[in-house]
């Protein structure tokens, strides 16, 4: 059965501070999204990675395919980062799987 | 510069009513889906359409049907509203798969409905 787990459920951080998300799949995945969703429901794509790396100013994405496993981190948190954020794979077909996300609050 | 727009921010309906939720976008996907999203289980997908007229069963499509008579537009229906469909519905869609940018979402602002 496919599936996508997210750890840790929920996060709190002081302003500043490196944020580490983790993702762990199960074999096989064609693509690995990240998303993020403020409160109020808008959810936003952040990443589509199937290997390596991609940066997008103070957000990173990694993979590493051979251990199943994605991070998404954020450097220099600041409070506007406060969000859930979502991963989701794919196995070669339109449709995704989604984790059940990680709440992140970033205090001042 | 808004893309895939939900009819309803908010919806209240009693037990037995039908419901429609209508999505819109305006971005030419051939992909669009209805996905619910309740605390702790994360998006769950009820409905996916590939074409006009085409639609596949999601995981969790019981209770629902979808109409897509135009490739911009996708209607989730309720035929009878029950309690345990309150919750937060979301539609997205996509390119299909082997276009560039194929899989990436994009989503619409949600549909909170809550039913009495």
């Known amino acids: 059965k496919n599936e996508v787990e997210q750890s840790p459920q929920n996060l709190t951080a002081q302003e500043g501070e490196f944020i580490t998300i983790n993702c762990s799949y199960s074999v096989g995945i064609s693509a690995l999204h990240w998303l993020q969703q403020h409160p109020g429901g808008g959810i936003v794509s952040l990443f589509m990675?199937?290997?390596g790396k991609k940066k997008h100013g103070r957000l990173i994405a990694t993979i590493n395919i051979q251990e199943k496993h994605s991070s998404l981190h954020i450097t220099a948190s600041h409070p506007r980062d406060s969000a859930v954020y979502i991963c989701?794979?794919?196995?070669?077909?339109?449709?995704?799987?989604f984790g059940t996300g990680t709440r992140l609050q970033v205090f001042p | 510069d808004v893309k895939v727009t939900q009819s309803s921010r908010y919806l209240v309906k009693r037990t037995g009513e039908k419901v429609f939720l209508e999505c819109v976008q305006d971005m030419d996907h051939e992909n669009m889906f209805w996905y619910r999203q309740d605390p702790g289980l994360g998006l769950r997908l009820i409905y996916f359409s590939y074409d006009v007229k085409m639609k596949e069963k999601g995981d969790i499509p019981e209770g629902y049907s979808v109409s897509r008579e135009k490739k911009e537009r996708f209607s989730l229906i309720l035929e009878s509203a029950s309690t345990n469909q309150t919750s937060m519905y979301l539609c997205?869609?996509?390119?299909?798969?082997?276009?560039?940018?194929?899989?990436?979402?994009?989503f619409g602002a949600g549909s909170r409905l809550t039913v009495l």
């Open positions: 997205a869609s996509s390119l299909r798969t082997g276009l560039p940018g194929a899989n990436v979402l994009t």
């Open positions: 989701a794979a794919s196995w070669g077909t339109d449709k995704l799987i």
């Open positions: 990675l199937s290997s």
